[in-house]
């Protein structure tokens, strides 16, 4: 197996490089050839061509192939060279500079991302400037300065050898190498369409770019209409009409020799027309055709000595010069005009596809435009017109285009109980200019009805409109509103039906319920009256009968009451006891359609019912009595909704029922149990508080530790850091850099002391170790010892400090430990680049210290609630892991008898300030010196 994968490897790069070779050596061939060619056409010498065809195809062959095949290049220049006698090393040079010129061409090119359809004009000026312009430079400077120094060329012709050497290869680039872009573009697709074709199927239309471009070389293979064969019949017949025109012009004005006073008109232009008919008409190809025709007859005029060149110039090189002029302007002209026909013509593709996708959203979408705008007639008469899109005229039931738009046909299709209302819209935004929005009625050609929804806009030109359909919309936004308000009403029937079941279930008064009941029962179902009646069992002295009474009303006051009720009719009675006892329903829906007995039929009458719903209300399986709906005004007929949703609430009526009954069984047995509960109450209520307060002395001291522990230390792990970075294997420690370590650790020490010691009780006093401090001295150590912190933190901290600061009596730990806490909230609460100012002044026998930012700041009740003893992550998540320094910080200020508070708006930063009092014989000194 290992064998094969090496065989099959081995085959793959044979052939990858004899193809590598073979294009090599064709290359070099075709270089060769072309170079023949022009040299014997032309009747050169030696000495630089004035046109040279090969360096066009050179830059074709590195565009199309890439860099590999630059030495078939160099290859066909050196055979070249050496045929005319040159020597190894100097045709060794002319073919190395042929090679660098294409592919310095062609990378300038690919970086400019260059695509060799030329159908852009960018695509053009590139290949004009750089192909052609530019890289010409690199062969004609080399081989000029090799003519120098091989002796071919004399010194003081070196100039005019370098600019015909840069003609002859503009020219032939600018000729040969958009004629070979753009044909093997062309071949490559041609070949893919046949591809296509042949892979889809011959019938199937291939999306190529060449019949997007109207060329027509595979139009017999997509079965094309008899309309689209004739256009190719006249677009063929127009080709050759206008390229037998221009041979022929072409042909007289460069084949003769006009005589000296017809020579000084530029004749030479009379091809001009033809050349701009086929770039525009024909694209690219006939560009590069058209030009390559004219330029043709030109060298060949000018290489037989006739023509309008050679009668004007005095010499030979002066006709040389016109010649490259001339081909090089028809030849830049045809390029330009072809890209800038493609760039149109790809526009107007462009164009109609968003009309058709346009036409296409529209009709989908049913929606319709207009636009009323004015129009010049002539040069002073303006004319107003209404402009109708093809959708709007299907809108109003017409076909497209089916008569001239205006506003009597449009108030036509309104209706005519909208016709006003649309007017006063209209006029609106044609007299206010005020746009509108608006739904109205439109009547169809067949009498049918629709619904429209009109927005208008105004600009600048005149007003804009949409219309679209909205009928179909409304029909389902009203089929939803039913369907919601179906919905709507299940859901308060659930509603109710659940406040009432949980209404049961919390209340015990059985009487409550039941009024509450009946009062939103006929509430909810708009009848006239609502009873709970019961029925009871009495036993007589002979045999039981039955009795009946209503315990629960609620009647309209226009109809009697059913309260005091006591119904004794044992026939009636057991009638209804029967049908409830069987779990069923009594549905009367119109009394007066039934046959009755005398008694129900009086008491139907009596009591004005006319419809009569009950059902059964069954505690466990004993009957209870009836939940009865009696509807007065009007017979009723009962939707079954009604029925099933009565039917709930019963057995709601009757869990209410029965949890009276048992709630009056388990009274006596709960009394006992009250005081048990009560005392078992207080117990875990007071545990709770206990645990509470345990929670909240855990959350302060992991604050404490957290917070209050890690500012102290940082401290000094900023210093160790800034000694770690020094350069050097020892580290010199000075006496005041160990001294502020031992500052630090004691300042450690002193607030893990603080923390067994309760330091956080505010009953409790500081103990201070008070002692003269110097605020510059705190305060240049201060910024000293944050120097990296500022630096991590892109952070700026000036300071102004007055050189006449009295000595503060203060505790320094403690005094320092307030610094940093304000400075450490400072750049933990703030964004990246805050800047911090630092002031020290002494004002009325106090010494005041301000830090501020300019950073978020903080809100009123942030500022309330700052110096207090909480833990601000339980508060706010914004100002989490301060709560306890800010607090230490006030009770270390009030304890030297200062204060300390904030200033703050949020947005513009915070102003933290504190105040310490100066000693008495410090304030006496500042009194004496002020007098």
């Known amino acids: 197996m290992m064998l094969n994968n090496n065989m099959l490897q081995g085959r793959w790069s044979f052939k990858y490089y004899w193809r590598y070779f073979t294009a090599i050596g064709s290359l070099s061939v ?28 050179a830059l074709a062959a590195i565009v199309l192939q ?75 400077s080399i081989s000029t300065l090799i003519g120098c120094l091989g002796g071919t060329v004399a010194l003081a012709n070196w100039q005019r050898n370098l600019w015909i050497f840069w003609l002859g290869d503009w020219i032939g680039i600018l000729v040969v190498t958009p004629l070979l872009l753009v044909l093997s573009y062309l071949i ?66 460069f084949g003769s020799k006009p005589g000296t006073g ?44 006739v023509g309008p060149f050679m009668t004007k110039a005095e010499n030979t090189y002066q006709a040389i010069l016109f010649l490259h002029g001339f081909m090089g302007v028809i030849t830049i002209t045809a390029l330009v005009l072809a890209a800038a026909g493609s760039e149109r013509a790809l526009a107007v593709k462009l164009l109609k596809e968003r009309e058709a996708s346009l036409a296409n959203a529209q009709r989908l979408a049913q929606l319709g435009n207009w636009d009323f705008f004015e129009v010049c007639q002539g040069r002073y008469v303006p004319q107003q017109q209404l402009r109708w899109s093809d959708q709007l005229y299907r809108l109003f039931g017409f076909p497209p285009k089916a008569f001239e738009p205006s506003w009597e046909a449009f108030f036509q299709v309104v209706h005519p109980a909208d016709r006003q209302r649309v007017g006063q819209a209209i006029q609106g935004a044609l007299s206010e200019n005020k746009p509108y929005s608006i739904e109205y009625r439109i009547v169809w050609p067949d009498g049918s009805e629709r619904v429209v929804s009109e927005q208008s806009e105004i600009n600048r030109c005149g007003i804009t409109g949409t219309v679209q359909d909205i009928t179909d919309r409304q029909q389902v936004e009203t089929q939803l509103r039913e369907a919601a308000e179906c919905v709507r009403e299940a859901a308060e029937r659930h509603r109710l039906l659940g406040e009432m079941a949980m209404r049961i279930r919390r209340s015990l008064n059985l009487d409550q319920i039941l009024n509450t009941t009946v009062a939103e029962v ?101 009957l209870y009595g009836g939940l009865v709906v009696n509807q007065c005004q009007e017979s009723r007929q009962w939707q079954p909704w009604e029925i099933d949703w009565l039917t709930s609430l019963a057995t ?39 645990l509470q307060e345990l929670n909240h002395l855990k959350d302060v001291f992991l604050q404490a530790v ?57 009953e409790r006093e500081l103990d201070l170790q008070c002692e003269p401090v110097q605020f510059n001295t705190l305060i240049q150590n201060l910024a000293t010892d944050y120097s990296t912190k500022l630096a991590q933190n892109q952070a700026t901290l000036s300071y102004t400090l007055p050189e006449d600061i009295p000595l503060v009596p203060a505790d320094p730990q403690q005094l320092r430990r307030v610094l940093d806490n304000l400075l450490l909230n400072a750049l933990k609460h703030n964004p990246l680049g805050v800047n911090l100012t630092l002031q020290v002044t002494v004002e009325n026998q106090m010494v005041r210290c301000i830090l501020q930012d300019d950073g978020v700041g903080m809100s009123q009740q942030q500022q309330k609630s700052l110096f207090k003893l909480y833990i601000r992550g339980l508060h706010t998540e914004h100002l989490t892991g301060i ?27 915070s102003t933290f300030w504190f105040t310490l009092p100066l000693s008495s014989s410090t304030v006496l000194q500042l009194q004496s010196a002020s007098i």
């Open 30 to 57: 075709v270089y060769f050839v072309t170079a023949q060619l022009a040299f014997s056409i032309l009747n050169l010498n030696v000495g630089p061509s004035p046109l040279w065809p090969p360096a066009g195809m």
């Open 66 to 140: 890439g860099r590999r095949v630059w030495p078939g290049v160099a290859l066909g220049a050196f055979f070249f060279a050496r045929s005319l006698g040159v020597s190894w090393p100097i045709a060794g040079s002319l073919g190395f500079s042929s090679a660098l010129q294409a592919v310095i061409g062609a990378e300038l090119l690919r970086r400019m991302r260059f695509h060799p359809s030329l159908e852009r004009l960018q695509d053009v000026m590139q290949l004009v400037v750089l192909g052609a312009g530019v890289s010409p430079l690199v062969n004609a």
């Open 188 to 253: 490559w697709d041609f070949k893919w369409s046949i591809a296509n074709i042949l892979s889809w199927g011959i019938f199937r239309k291939g999306q190529n770019r060449w019949k997007s471009r109207n060329l027509a070389v595979i139009a017999h293979l997509t079965c094309p209409s008899p309309h689209s064969h004739r256009r190719e019949i006249q677009y063929g017949l127009e080709a050759v009409i206008c390229f037998s025109l221009l041979c022929f012009i072409s042909g007289f004005v």
């Open 262 to 305: 017809i020579a000084q008109y530029p004749l030479e232009y009379l091809a001009f027309p033809f050349v701009v008919w086929a770039a525009l008409r024909f694209a690219q190809i006939g560009a590069i055709s058209s030009s390559l025709v004219v330029c043709s007859f030109a060298i060949w005029g000018a290489a037989r000595g």
């Open 522 to 622: 006929r509430q909810f179902l708009q009848a006239d009256r609502v009873f709970i009646a019961q029925i009871d069992i009495v036993k007589g002295e002979s045999q039981p009968s039955l009795r009946g009474s209503v315990i629960a009303e609620s009647v309209d006051p226009f109809y009697p009451s059913l309260r005091s009720l006591i119904i004794d009719d044992e026939a009636s009675l057991q009638e209804w006891r029967s049908l409830f006892e069987q779990s069923r329903i009594r549905v009367i829906e119109d009394t007066s359609a039934i046959t009755l007995s005398p008694q129900q039929a009086m008491y139907y009458t009596q009591y004005q019912i006319r419809s009569v719903l009950g059902v059964p209300i069954l505690v466990g399986d004993e």
């Open 652 to 690: 709601q009526v009757a869990i209410a029922i029965q949890q009276a009954e048992l709630y009056r069984q388990i009274t006596e047995l709960n009394t006992h149990l009250e005081s048990q509960v009560e005392e078992r109450t207080q117990e875990l209520s007071a545990k709770m508080t206990e």
């Open 706 to 762: 957290s917070h209050d522990l890690r500012t102290s230390l940082l401290g000094m792990s900023m210093v160790l850091k800034n000694l770690h970075q020094s350069a050097g294997e020892t580290v010199t420690l000075t006496r005041s850099l160990i001294e502020r370590m031992m500052t630090s650790s004691d300042r450690q020490l002193s607030l893990i002391n603080s923390l067994l010691e309760d330091h956080f009780n505010e």
């Open 883 to 909: 709560g306890l320094g800010l607090y230490q910080c006030r009770q270390i200020i009030n304890a030297h008898g200062g204060q300390i508070g904030v200033i703050s708006t949020p947005g513009t930063g």
